[in-house]
């Protein structure tokens, strides 16, 4: 009988582990791929003002567009051609006050966009961002009194801009402002609005970051006095942002969400081995506009770039993620290698 060990030249600790074998070909890499990115995981953020025929680049975010109603719903063409499922709207009114009236008006640019959106497209998810900074004249995302911002009178103005979304047929609200208790706030609104059926996608981990500069440019809200660290969270808090997604749950949340992405991929993982819902993240504004930078500059490899960037995302537990990137992404996940990238 042969003796199988001495087919082995030299002992076991000689062995080599060779674990680029199934790196060796791209079909190999293909076949053992861990993490699989597709066209179902991307949410592509749109920023939607008053008007007509308007499409105007935002500065500080190459290839995104304040769009009017119209343009929006053309620019959705794409979108939908594309088979990205869903938007999420950011409203951007002519007329601002202390009270947000117009994120709860009937006629609201984002009750407009939802309407013709839903008629155009009926199959694309209409996400709406509830929010109040980008309503209020002092662009905080509640009612200020002094030089704070109140949490609780802030809440019936979240639920009447909720109900109004849900009633111009949003698909799914998410609440954004942090303020505490919205989402049950939220919830029961809608409930007793005849909404039951309309999903909350909480922003339950949402950071005070340095991150959302672009956006607030975009959205033309940034705050006129102070910064939102009393009811954004503080970075460095993990074991807080936990809490946050337990009470949102809690209140009713169906998806919770972690905002923003690549500083707090770890607060992503964590999450997912947490809850059995929907985890969403959002790779915000700033994290957009570093690949954009350093890709016009010529230091990275644009492609390869954003698409590591939205693996990683992946990668750490995101089944949905919102992301600037969503349409080019989208290309190439479907085979097109040509189009060239919308920011360069």
């Given at each position: 009988m042969t003796d199988t060990g001495s087919l082995l030249t030299g002992t076991r600790e000689d062995i080599i582990r060779r674990t680029r074998r199934t790196r060796e070909t791209a079909t190999l890499r293909r076949m053992v791929r861990e993490t699989r990115l597709s066209v179902d995981n991307l949410l592509y953020p749109m920023f939607v003002v008053e008007g007509e025929g308007v499409k105007d680049e935002i500065s500080s975010m190459p290839g995104q567009y304040q769009l009017s109603v119209d343009a929006l719903v053309a620019e959705c063409a794409e979108v939908v051609a594309l088979k990205i499922p869903g938007v999420i709207l950011f409203g951007i009114p002519d007329h601002k006050d202390d009270a947000a009236t117009e994120a709860?008006?009937?006629?609201?640019?984002?009750?407009?966009?939802?309407?013709?959106?839903?008629?155009?497209?009926?199959?694309?998810?209409?996400?709406?961002?509830?929010?109040?900074?980008?309503?209020?004249?002092?662009?905080?995302?509640?009612?200020?009194?002094?030089?704070?911002?109140?949490?609780?009178?802030?809440?019936?103005?979240?639920?009447?801009?909720?109900?109004?979304?849900?009633?111009?047929?949003?698909?799914?609200?998410?609440?954004?402002?942090?303020?505490?208790?919205?989402?049950?706030?939220?919830?029961?609104?809608?409930?007793?609005?005849?909404?039951?059926?309309?999903?909350?996608?909480?922003?339950?981990?949402?950071?005070?970051?340095?991150?959302?500069?672009?956006?607030?440019?975009?959205?033309?809200?940034?705050?006129?006095?102070?910064?939102?660290?009393?009811?954004?969270?503080?970075?460095?808090?993990?074991?807080?942002?936990?809490?946050?997604?337990?009470?949102?749950?809690?209140?009713?949340?169906?998806?919770?969400?972690?905002?923003?992405?690549?500083?707090?991929?770890?607060?992503?993982?964590?999450?997912?081995?947490?809850?059995?819902?929907p985890v969403a993240a959002y790779n915000v504004s700033g994290e957009f506009a570093m690949v954009v930078a350093a890709s016009r500059n010529g230091w990275i490899d644009p492609e390869r770039a954003f698409m590591e960037v939205l693996t990683s995302i992946r990668r750490a537990g995101a089944d949905l993620i919102f992301t600037y990137f969503a349409r080019d992404a989208a290309r190439r996940l479907s085979g097109d290698s040509a189009t060239p990238l919308s920011w360069l």
């Open positions: 709860y008006s009937d006629s609201g640019v984002v009750q407009e966009a939802v309407r013709a959106l839903k008629s155009a497209y009926p199959d694309l998810c209409v996400i709406t961002d509830v929010c109040l900074c980008e309503y209020m004249d002092h662009g905080h995302c509640g009612i200020v009194e002094g030089d704070r911002i109140l949490n609780d009178p802030t809440l019936e103005l979240l639920e009447r801009t909720a109900v109004s979304h849900a009633a111009a047929g949003a698909d799914m609200i998410a609440p954004s402002d942090m303020m505490d208790g919205r989402v049950g706030a939220i919830r029961r609104a809608l409930d007793q609005a005849g909404f039951a059926q309309t999903p909350v996608m909480a922003y339950s981990a949402k950071f005070a970051s340095s991150f959302y500069g672009p956006f607030r440019v975009a959205a033309e809200s940034a705050p006129s006095f102070g910064d939102r660290n009393s009811y954004q969270m503080d970075p460095a808090n993990a074991r807080e942002a936990m809490r946050e997604v337990d009470f949102d749950l809690e209140e009713g949340a169906d998806i919770v969400m972690v905002k923003p992405a690549l500083s707090y991929l770890d607060l992503i993982a964590r999450v997912r081995d947490r809850v059995d819902v």
